[in-house]
């Protein structure tokens, strides 16, 4: 096909955008299990780990094999956790059909990804704005700490998809990320404060576009390295 | 194979290879007070008699040939005695047959191994006619026909451009269609311009009768529903089109122009967007967008959404569908939907196939039967014939119908998981959708351009999409060779 367009890479503002609504689909599925005190310890575990790999070349191969393999055992078990929730909220059928649905945005390029992230932003914030007005009770902010935050952590801690795909983006910029991170932060801080139920038609809607969006970013990962496109080269 | 010096056998081969054909011409014809004679041979369905009785046969025969050597006599005729515009020659026996059912007349002189080729093609013609199926308000009425003279004549008044350029090819081994390929020489992407000649090139079919042929081949890189190339009857499209950096590709005996690359906002512009005032074309041309989303996805929401355990819809709403179902034949709402929305296509195709005289009658009647016989009798609900009315009218409210033909096979893939799944099955097929769409590309441009990668063209391309603004303000599309800058269109 004509790459006249140069489009093999994806911006750095689609990247933002992805970034945004991965972080808004996680929170999305995990909202009424995490206390505010878990989400205030990924965030920090997230910057810290930015902040760590920043500036950090890895030079021995060995040590990025280890990575590697450490970041495909975190797919699998991230996989394995996602679908043990989602089997709380869906039926057999919808899972079955979730998962088909997955596959098929897997199987497609990280241009295709990124593109439809950019079309689902705004159906995204404008979702759960409606959610926001329509739900005026504010939770009572808690400070339990929570034991089943390792998960919560592993999945929520997404981050590393981002250093994985760098190669992917042109004009990677840190500062930039971090922005995305932050606003998307906000976003989730302030939905956090409204207590919800699970039968707005929104929120549903909301509900399956992030399993479905997250489901399928575990796939993609899982299908390079079952075809070998992803290496120790992806590791700077 | 090439002509030979000795007329005789060149006028053997070429009545052995024509054979038996009634309507083939041929005639000797000596020139004045010489018995040097000419051969002239034509299909009398194809060419123009009156010209080549009074151009050729009158002006030659009453012609002083002087006692020269053939090749003078040869030149003399082709520069001087023949009053006819088109003149060529050449000794390829191929190219002479070609011409001659072209409607050309070929013309031998003896000792001569050289034909001239006389131009005197004359089609039956329906000539120019109103539009059918894009029919508007505003801007012209004319529409293409069958002659792609007349198709290109079309288009050169429209753009008075030095730089408009009608490189013509011929496709069908058995056809010999003549296909032509229309741009501007100084805004077309040279990439895309030479993947589509060569995409053309590499065409091997026994015919070519239609330019739908053609869309087959420049859509067939990634297997979709949705067209990537553009078909249409209006010139002020095409020229509009080409006029953007696009390439229109014209065939012979079509009266459709394809146009090269489209993504999915071109098939919601009209010509007629630019000849209304911007703020009434954005209402309409959201409208159509809207339209859109109606047609693929009401009756698969609607079904969603009432067999959802939760209840989205008013209690009064829900209420009134519980009664009406009470009396209705069939247990599930999916079985009256699907199949009332399969009556309406059967209508639909009818309605096309018939006679003018009878085909709105049909309509009528198969509107009433479908319609109010059928909640009558208990088969369906009113409220299933409101929402296939909705569907169905919505898919009409859109410009191209190449787009809606998509659109209806569309709300099935939309509507069957809505059945089984309820609310997931239906945002989970709109989410397949919406993944399909993005990986769609018509040579390398994203087909959900601008909505996606917008910014490529410096998000210039949302002054011309859902909304447009004052045309003194647009600046240049994304498929022109200079859409990086920041020039007026």
């Known amino acids: 096909m004509t790459k006249i367009f140069n489009n093999s890479k994806i911006s750095i503002r689609q990247f933002q955008i992805m970034i945004v609504i991965y972080l808004l689909s996680v929170s999305l599925i995990f909202i009424k299990k995490i206390s505010y005190i878990d989400l205030l310890l990924c965030v920090c575990l997230s910057i810290f780990l930015i902040c760590i790999f920043k500036n950090t070349k890895i030079k021995s191969k060995n040590l990025k094999r280890y990575l590697l393999l450490l970041f495909l055992i975190k797919i699998i078990l991230a996989f394995y956790f996602q679908v043990r929730f989602l089997s709380n909220m869906f039926s057999r059928d919808q899972i079955f059909f979730l998962g088909l649905a997955s596959i098929y945005l897997s199987t497609k390029s990280y241009e295709t990804r990124a593109r439809l992230s950019e079309i689902l932003f705004f159906p995204f914030l404008i979702a759960l704005l409606i959610i926001i007005i329509k739900s005026p009770n504010t939770k009572r902010m808690t400070i339990d700490f929570n034991y089943e935050i390792f998960p919560n952590i592993l999945l929520f801690c997404g981050l590393d998809y981002l250093f994985m795909s760098q190669k992917l983006v042109k004009n990677f910029d840190i500062n930039k990320i971090l922005q995305a991170i932050f606003l998307a932060t906000l976003i989730i801080i302030f939905f956090s404060t409204k207590a919800v139920s699970n039968h707005n038609f929104f929120q549903i809607c909301l509900l399956i576009s992030s399993s479905f969006y997250f489901l399928s970013l575990n796939f993609w990962f899982l299908l390079r390295f079952l075809d070998n496109s992803f290496s120790c080269d992806n590791l700077s | ?489």
Request: net charge neutral; glycine share 4%.
């Open chain 2, 1 to 489: 194979m090439s002509l030979e010096k000795d007329i005789e056998n060149n006028i053997l081969n070429l009545e052995k290879k024509i054979g038996d054909c009634v309507d083939f011409v041929s005639r000797k014809i000596f020139f004045a007070h010489t018995e040097k004679y000419f051969y002239i041979a034509y299909f009398e369905s194809l060419a123009n008699e009156e010209l080549i009785d009074r151009q050729v046969i009158e002006s030659l025969s009453r012609s002083k040939i002087d006692k020269r050597k053939n090749l003078d006599i040869f030149l003399e005729l082709k520069s001087r005695l023949l009053v006819t515009s088109g003149v060529q020659q050449t000794e390829n026996f191929e190219l002479i047959l070609t011409m001659i059912l072209s409607g050309e007349t070929i013309l031998f002189l003896d000792n001569c191994d050289q034909a001239l080729i006389i131009s005197t093609r004359k089609f039956p013609t329906r000539g120019i006619q109103n539009c059918q199926i894009e029919s508007g308000v505003y801007g012209s009425k004319d529409a293409f026909c069958e002659v792609m003279r007349f198709n290109t004549a079309l288009i050169r008044r429209r753009i008075r451009d030095i730089n408009l350029k009608i490189k013509q090819v011929r496709l069908g081994t058995r056809t010999q269609t003549d296909v032509a390929i229309i741009f501007l020489s100084d805004i077309v992407h040279i990439e895309i311009l030479n993947k589509i000649e060569n995409k053309i090139n590499d065409i091997n079919l026994d015919s070519i009768l239609d330019v739908g042929y053609l869309q087959e081949f420049f859509d067939s890189e990634q297997k979709s529903i949705f067209p990537r190339s553009q078909l249409t009857e209006r010139p002020d499209k095409t020229a509009s089109a080409i006029l953007e950096g696009r390439v229109a590709i014209l065939v012979d005996n079509s009266p459709f122009a394809l146009i090269l690359p489209a993504t999915l906002s071109t098939f919601f512009q009209a010509s007629e967007d630019y000849s209304e005032r911007f703020w009434i074309m954005n209402f309409l041309r959201s409208l159509r967008y809207f339209a859109a989303v109606i047609a693929t996805c009401l009756p698969g929401f609607f079904l969603a959404v009432i067999n959802s355990r939760e209840n989205f819809l008013p209690i009064k709403f829900l209420l009134k569908i519980e009664q009406e179902r009470r009396n209705v034949a069939f247990r599930s709402s999916f079985v009256e939907l699907i199949s009332m929305l399969i009556a309406f296509e059967l209508l639909s195709e009818a309605g096309v196939r018939l006679p003018n005289p009878i085909g709105g009658t049909i309509g009528i009647v198969g509107g009433i039967i479908v319609g109010q016989a059928a909640a009558e009798a208990g088969l369906v609900t009113p409220i299933v014939i409101i929402i296939m009315a909705i569907t169905s009218i919505a898919s009409f409210s859109i410009p191209n119908a190449n787009f809606v033909s998509a659109l209806r096979i569309l709300k099935y893939l939309i509507l069957i998981p809505a059945a089984f799944l309820g609310l997931s099955g239906f945002v989970l097929s709109v989410l397949i959708l919406l993944t399909h769409l993005c990986s769609l590309e018509s040579f390398g441009i994203p087909y959900l351009h601008p909505f996606v990668s917008g910014e490529i063209n410096n998000f210039n391309d949302f002054e011309d999409s859902i909304f447009r603004v004052q045309i003194f303000n647009m600046k240049k599309p994304i498929f022109s060779n200079n859409f990086s800058k920041k020039n007026k269109n």
